[in-house]
């Protein structure tokens, strides 16, 4: 992936989730996995396009997702509702536009698509073979891996 | 009288010297440890350890190694001594093992250094010399005055199969481990005279790839045996000066390995061999597209940038810059340097910053600096000249191989694949070019 | 002697949500994610403002908008949405109703988005994650 498009998800990731989610937000080591395949339960997906292809994902457990909802809503949340879901997507789309909005300003035009939310424990993304960044952080209520797919438009 | 002790003493020192195990000492709470150097991946230093909960009370967590995550344990805990507790973001030592195709981490208190003995000295374990649990002890040796507990890994980490065999190992078993494959290109029957020689060869290999990733194989064998030979003549004959014992003395042994300029630009008289030897690429396409992997910070690319065009004046120049060190090629695209590091034939390019120089877009634009793993397949249209220098002698064997091939991929007939200063590839499908003092390979139709 | 009656009551805030008559603003709400519609929800309503309705897209905004006229003194609408986005649909209210008072929520600093929005009659601009206090102060400012 490009360099210069790392920081800015790595930062939004940080910022929006220590402002919407509060507690301790740790950023784990960056690396690059072969496959982008989510792996944890549940997967938000904002689609890119643009100078570039590729997509952004949320992947993380049940139990982080329903933590993470709970603590945005400022209420318990214990199963994984329309509420939830909503709150997630919610999540991965602000994180998303603001990494988007920081490559906007370094030149970089890219254009998020809606996000779509995905569960299940055979959850299958068709860009399987395509290099992901990942960009593990750790909060209170789990771990959530920030899978980044991007190709330059050749 | 005299001449038995003598027997003796001779016997006794001739023994000494025959190293044929070695073994990477640390120690734990106060006493010294070793581990089989066949079992070790690499050491390492680390400290973001993820916990793992409902796990035993040995297991630290699991641990980010470059993408694999494997299992750390303490082995202080796991045997009952006291663990000293460090401060969050401490760096602790940590040996990382390897046992069938399973990578473990182990916590110790620190790592010493590799120790080689010969395997006759090593005594069965009395209880009485150790805190841990005798089972897990294969042995007892004693060096320079030391005495090291070498543990039986395969019991401590539970592996089931054959019980840990005592005294000592059989010559043949010290060569070949999956990657150190060079000995399998070398008929080791043909010089039985030098079978001690092959042994200490095989040793330096082996350190080389535990400290600094340099795998031996047929990409740098001619270079890594002329150069042993020179160390030797350098470090003299004693066996115990001619191992490789820490890092600095594999960094030492492998100085001379590096292509010229490696981590710095390419100074002027380097640039005109490189032009001389890129002159000989031909196309009719309006670009000339090359791949760079491994480029670390970026030093090499933008000296090749510059080169390129000064060469291909009437074409585009586009070069993919790869490296999987993020740290390394996250510098990269805003590279700041100062102007006495820059060779002239780069200052057209240069703008000025507040905290230095760095190239302009005329230079910058033409590189796309990515953190990849080529490993992972390569997304970009047939180049014509890929530069990796020093890049495959870090591979293993295996991806060694997988890395030829797809530089044979990438590149179309009749472009040129530049390699590390001693690197090599004797391979039908590729002519040796030699110019102005560089070797490249043409990939032949 | 001072009765209550002679001091000012500095504890007794008239809450923001409430018109000088005493009765509440009414706002409608258009977002397609529950998540940011909830939480823009109960921040007004906790200020005294009355939500109106609610819609999750730009199309079923503009028809509730016209349906609630002219009993509505607000919209807050999302930029991002389905069938029809937020600027389109704004320019609808606003060609229905040239009075319309309309904030637009986005996760985008888009410039050219909201500045395109503003062209056409959008009163301000709210940048998400939502906090209490922006929502408050640019919705305020867009009801003077």
């Known amino acids: ?154 | 009288m005299s001449t038995i002790r003598q027997n003796i003493k001779e016997e006794e020192a001739s023994r000494i010297e025959n190293i044929d195990f070695k073994m990477v000492t640390f120690s734990l709470a106060g006493k010294e440890y070793g581990i089989d150097i066949m079992k070790v991946k690499e050491i390492s230093k680390a400290n973001r350890f993820t916990f793992v909960p409902n796990s035993a009370s040995y297991v630290r967590g699991v641990y980010n190694l470059r993408g694999d995550i494997i299992s750390v344990i303490d082995l202080r805990v796991m045997f009952n001594l006291p663990a000293p507790k460090v401060a969050e973001g401490v760096m602790e030592d940590m040996i990382i093992l390897r046992l069938d195709e399973m990578l473990i981490g182990v916590i110790v208190d620190s790592i010493d250094k590799v120790v080689g003995i010969n395997s006759e000295t090593i005594q069965p374990p009395h209880p009485i010399f150790g805190d841990i649990n005798i089972k897990f002890i294969k042995g007892v040796v004693e060096n320079d005055d030391r005495l090291y507990l070498i543990l039986d890994v395969e019991r401590i980490l539970g592996q089931k199969g054959e019980a840990p065999s005592r005294g000592p190992r059989p010559l043949a078993a010290v060569a070949p481990v999956e990657e150190e494959a060079y000995s399998e290109d070398k008929n080791l029957d043909a010089e039985p005279v030098a079978s001690e020689a092959k042994v200490d060869f095989s040793f330096v290999v082996e350190t080389l790839n535990t400290f600094r990733h340099f795998v031996v194989s047929p990409l740098n064998i001619a270079w890594t045996e002329h150069r042993f030979e020179q160390w030797k003549q350098e470090r003299g004959e004693a066996v115990e000066a001619v191992q490789l014992q820490n890092v600095e003395d594999a960094d030492a042994f492998l100085l001379p390995f590096y292509s010229d300029a490696s981590g710095h630009f390419f100074p002027a008289s380097l640039k005109d061999a490189y032009a001389a030897l890129f002159r000989s690429l031909k196309t009719d396409r309006g670009q000339i597209a090359v791949w760079n992997p491994g480029c670390g910070r970026g030093y090499e690319t933008y000296s090749l940038a510059a080169i390129l065009k000064e060469v291909f004046t009437d074409k585009a120049v586009k070069i993919w810059a790869h490296d999987k060190d993020l740290l390394s090629i996250s510098t990269a695209p805003n590279l700041v340097f100062q102007k006495e590091h820059v060779p002239s034939y780069l200052l057209p390019y240069v703008v000025e910053g507040k905290n230095g120089l760095s190239f302009g877009p005329e230079l910058k634009d033409l590189i796309l600096f990515e953190y990849h793993d080529i490993l992972h397949g390569n997304p970009f249209p047939e180049v014509d000249l890929i530069v990796a220098r020093d890049l495959g002698s870090f591979f293993s064997r295996q991806d060694q191989d997988k890395l030829i091939r797809i530089f044979t991929e990438k590149i179309r007939t009749g472009g040129l694949l530049v390699l590390g200063k001693n690197e090599v590839i004797s391979d039908p499908g590729w002519e040796t070019v030699e110019q102005a003092g560089l070797t490249a390979y043409r990939k032949k139709r | 002697m001072k009765t209550k009656m002679d001091f000012p009551s500095i504890n007794e805030r008239k809450p923001d949500g409430l018109k000088p008559d005493g009765t509440p603003y009414r706002v409608l709400i258009v977002d397609d994610s529950m998540f940011v519609s909830k939480q823009i929800s109960q921040i007004l309503t906790s200020e005294g403002f009355e939500i109106a309705g609610t819609a999750s897209d730009g199309e079923e905004g503009l028809e509730k908008y016209k349906e609630l006229y002219p009993n509505i003194d607000l919209v807050t609408m999302d930029i991002t949405m389905p069938k029809m986005d937020g600027v389109t649909s704004l320019e609808k209210i606003i060609e229905f109703d040239k009075e319309a008072r309309v904030i637009m929520i986005s996760a985008l600093g888009k410039q050219d988005l909201v500045k395109k929005a503003l062209m056409l009659g959008a009163k301000n601009y709210i940048v998400k994650p939502l906090d209490r206090a922006k929502v408050l102060e640019r919705v305020l400012m867009s009801l003077q």
Request: hydrophobic share 45%.
């Open chain 1, 1 to 154: 992936m490009r360099v210069e498009y790392i920081n800015p998800f790595v930062e939004s990731a940080f910022n929006v989730l220590k402002e919407v989610v509060g507690s301790n937000v740790e950023r784990g080591e960056l690396f690059l996995k072969s496959s982008s395949q989510p792996v944890l339960g549940v997967a938000a997906i904002v689609g890119l396009a643009g100078d570039v292809e590729g997509r952004v994902l949320f992947d993380m457990t049940k139990d982080t997702a329903l933590g993470v909802a709970s603590a945005m809503n400022g209420e318990s949340l214990t199963s994984l509702d329309e509420l939830v879901k909503a709150t997630i997507t919610e999540l991965a789309n602000m994180i998303t536009a603001q990494a988007v909005t920081k490559l906007h300003e370094l030149g970089f035009k890219f254009d998020l698509t809606p996000p779509a939310l995905i569960t299940g424990e055979n959850m299958e993304v068709t860009d399987t073979e395509v290099e992901a960044l990942i960009v593990p952080v750790q909060l209170e209520q789990g771990k959530i891996e920030i899978n980044v797919a991007i190709r330059e438009r050749a």
